[in-house]
C-alpha cells in the first residue's frame, strides 16, 4: 500500500509511455511533467504505512481565498476554470489560468485567491495518508 502513492504518480506522469498501449483515437495530452513545485522544490514521495490519494474538485468564489495554509505532502492541481493567484509566505505570487497545471509548494505557507470575474474551479490531487489532513495552517 505504501507503493501506491508512487504507483499512481508514475502512471500519471508517464503516460507517454503508456499511451503506446492505447488504441487508435484515445488522444493523449500531458498536463504535467516535472520533478519540483511551482517554487522549485524537489518533489519526495512519502513513505506511509497507511498511503491514501485524494483527488478533490475545489470552487474559489469571486474575491475568496483559501487561507494561509501549508502541505507536507505532494499536491498537484488543474485549473478547470478561471485565474488562481497564489501568494507564498515569501511574498511571491504566482497566477496560474484556465487549462494550467502545477505542483503546489511543501511545507511552505501559501494563500490562493481568486480576483478574478468568475469562479475558480480546480481539481488537486493530494499524495497523502489515510486518517492525516491534506493541510495545515
Not at 500531458?30 to 518533489?43: A, M, R
Not at 490519494?53 to 478547470?80: C, D
Not at 501568494?87 to 494550467?100: A, D, L, V
Request: hydrophobic share 40%; with cysteine; net charge neutral.
Amino acid at each position: 500500500m505504501r507503493y501506491f502513492s508512487t504507483i499512481v504518480l508514475s502512471l500519471f506522469f508517464c503516460i507517454t509511455a503508456i499511451s503506446q498501449q492505447y488504441n487508435k483515437g484515445a488522444i493523449v495530452e500531458i498536463l504535467l511533467k516535472t520533478d519540483t513545485t511551482s517554487i522549485g522544490q524537489k518533489i519526495n514521495y512519502p513513505q506511509f504505512a497507511n498511503s491514501e490519494v485524494t483527488i478533490a474538485k475545489i470552487t474559489i468564489e469571486q474575491g475568496a481565498s483559501t487561507g494561509w495554509h501549508r502541505h507536507n505532502i505532494p499536491v498537484f492541481a488543474y485549473i478547470l476554470q478561471g485565474v488562481l493567484t497564489v501568494e507564498i509566505e515569501n511574498h511571491e505570487t504566482k497566477q496560474f489560468t484556465t487549462g494550467t497545471s502545477f505542483p503546489e509548494v511543501i511545507n511552505t505557507l501559501h494563500n490562493g485567491t481568486n480576483k478574478g470575474f468568475e469562479n475558480v474551479v480546480l481539481i488537486a490531487f493530494y499524495l497523502g495518508e489515510k486518517g492525516k489532513a491534506l493541510s495545515s495552517k
